[in-house]
């Protein structure tokens, strides 16, 4: 049994990933701010022994008595419209809370994961994107908060893993949804899906020729799970192949839902990758792959939006 601390605990990949190690017997410290995590997405742990919440700002150091086995640094701002608005604070927890975050693992002599992500491609000029590919980023454009946040945050974990000898794995992850994405963080599919769900217009940014492979949160888990395990210090990238035009994806959605919505062209975002699909050379080395196929992701997440949203109408 170990005890597993997680930044962004409370967010949507975070908190899959404390039900994940809470259901094969570890303990968990979810740490979060909540500025964009929600504690109902640990409502089920509130209480349970081996379940901890420690509402704080990464930033500000976390300093925890007793051992820690590994440290998963998941707190960030990670849909585009929430970097846009929220762009210190998604430099900052990119860069001085992965600094925190590895120091708590170097003085507790535990294993770091980081976080990162397919943006630190930034709109790719290679096609699938390998792990060997430096990216195509722009540091002074809007989406580069995230993207240089993300690139500082790896190259801080590799020189702990250099200078300190801590024992650090870097994760990009692709493209994830599933339950618990907020309704309406203004990403692809939760947007797609509420608005198709409340018979609103479709909002496709641009032409909707741009691309994204889209991976189910659960596989998304696996894969991180194996990289924590199996790794080496190397970034591994995790999420589907399988690669689908925006406008794709939006007909998909009205068709999941069977809704009377339209779609509607929107101004394109700026800096907007056109093509993103991984390649998961590396990962399947590791002997993980995505096996959730879109169509039953998406009838899941559809159920789960469903009740969501419902349950937000019961409220208001
Ligand atoms: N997008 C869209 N309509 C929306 C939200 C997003 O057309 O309401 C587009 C967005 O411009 C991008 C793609 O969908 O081309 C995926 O965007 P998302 O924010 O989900 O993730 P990203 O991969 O850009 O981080």
């Given at each position: ?13 975070g908190s ?16 979060d701010?909540l500025?964009?995590?929600n ?28 051992p820690?086995?590994?440290?998963l ?7 585009p ?7 210190i ?10 600094h ?25 000029e290679?096609?699938?994107?390998k ?14 908060v ?21 024992d ?12 618990r ?15 198709a ?51 794709e ?6 068709a ?9 062209h ?28 879109l ?13 969501a ?7 208001s």
């Open positions: 049994m170990a005890r597993i601390v997680i930044t962004g605990g409370a967010g949507f990949i899959h990933l404390v039900d994940a190690f809470l259901a094969r017997g570890d303990r968990v410290v979810a740490v701010n500025l964009t995590g504690r109902q997405n640990l409502a089920a742990h509130e209480g349970r022994s081996g379940f901890e919440f420690v509402q704080r700002d990464v930033c500000q150091g976390v300093f925890l008595t007793g820690v086995d590994a440290v640094h998941f707190a960030s701002p990670a849909s419209r929430d970097y846009l608005e929220l762009p604070q998604t430099l900052k927890v990119g860069a001085l809370g992965t925190a975050a590895l120091g708590l693992a170097r003085a507790k002599g535990a294993r770091f994961l980081l976080a990162s992500t397919s943006e630190v491609y930034g709109d790719p290679v096609h699938p994107q792990e060997s590919y430096w990216g195509n980023v722009n540091p002074v454009g809007p989406r580069g995230y993207d240089e946040a993300k690139r500082f945050a790896e190259a801080m974990t590799m020189a702990y893993h250099r200078v300190h000898g801590i650090t794995r870097i994760v990009r992850i692709f493209n994830t949804y599933g339950p994405m907020r309704l309406q963080d203004g990403r692809a599919l939760p947007e797609f899906l509420s608005q769900l409340t018979g609103a217009p479709l909002t496709v940014h641009g032409d909707g020729a741009q691309t994204r492979s889209f991976c189910y949160v659960g596989d998304t888990v696996a894969g991180i799970l194996a990289v924590l395990e199996r790794a080496g210090a190397d970034p591994v990238n995790v999420g589907a192949p399988g690669e689908i035009s925006i406008l994806l939006a007909r998909k959605v009205i999941a839902t069977g809704s009377p919505s339209s779609v509607v929107v101004a394109s975002m700026v800096d907007d990758p056109r093509r993103r699909e991984p390649d998961l050379t590396r990962a399947r080395a590791l002997g993980w792959g995505p096996t959730t196929k169509d039953d992701g998406l009838a899941r997440t559809v159920a789960w939006f469903r009740e949203l419902a349950a937000r109408a019961g409220r």
